[in-house]
């Protein structure tokens, strides 16, 4: 009982240490915002509301995707059912303070269901940006069925792990963890 105690403890603090050198926050002060981030981009899908999607957007990544209302429209058909609940979610924020510019984004993995399926989201979202406001908003967005994310069982969901601008449906990261 004593060894199983001493794992027990040791594995716990392995796991803290881990989180707090890491800039993936699970649970934090940016959970609220996030949330309702989030909630707005799903109603925006689920109403099929496309001008609302775009407005989640980044005007900057908008204009340098001439395809940008094809996904959009992608986006929507994909997408399948009322939102029910949230299964996970972890959040990365970054923050870059250099050349006096202010520079702050969340790195978002979501899993949740709906009346019809399970999706998986990874979202790239500019929350400050004080010299170029155009760069405001959502600047990369992947989304998948569960069953269709081969990582499943073994990672948070990331896409494909190069951040593409734009909508990504389907894409999932396919090189060594």
Not at 142 to 152: A, G, L, M, Q, V
């Amino acid at each position: 009982m004593k060894k199983f105690l001493v794992a027990l403890t040791s594995f716990i603090l392995l796991i803290c240490s881990a989180l707090a050198f890491s800039a993936c926050l699970f649970f934090d002060d940016y959970q609220e915002e996030v949330q309702s981030k989030l909630s707005s981009l799903i109603n925006a899908v689920q109403d099929e509301d496309s001008n609302k999607i775009k407005s989640l957007f980044a005007l900057s990544r908008i204009s340098d995707n001439e395809d940008f209302d094809s996904e959009i429209e992608a986006l929507i058909a994909y997408y399948a059912g009322e939102f029910v609940a949230r299964k996970d979610m972890a959040v990365c924020t970054n923050e870059d303070k250099d050349s006096g510019v202010y520079i702050k984004y969340y790195e978002i993995t979501y899993d949740f269901t709906t009346t019809v399926e399970t999706y998986r989201m990874a979202v790239k979202w500019y929350v400050k940006y004080t010299k170029h406001s155009d760069n405001l908003g959502i600047w990369s967005l992947y989304f998948i069925k569960y069953e269709d994310d081969i990582t499943k069982d073994e990672h948070a969901y990331w896409g494909d792990g190069l951040w593409t601008d734009g909508i990504n449906i389907g894409k999932v990261y396919e090189g060594e963890w």
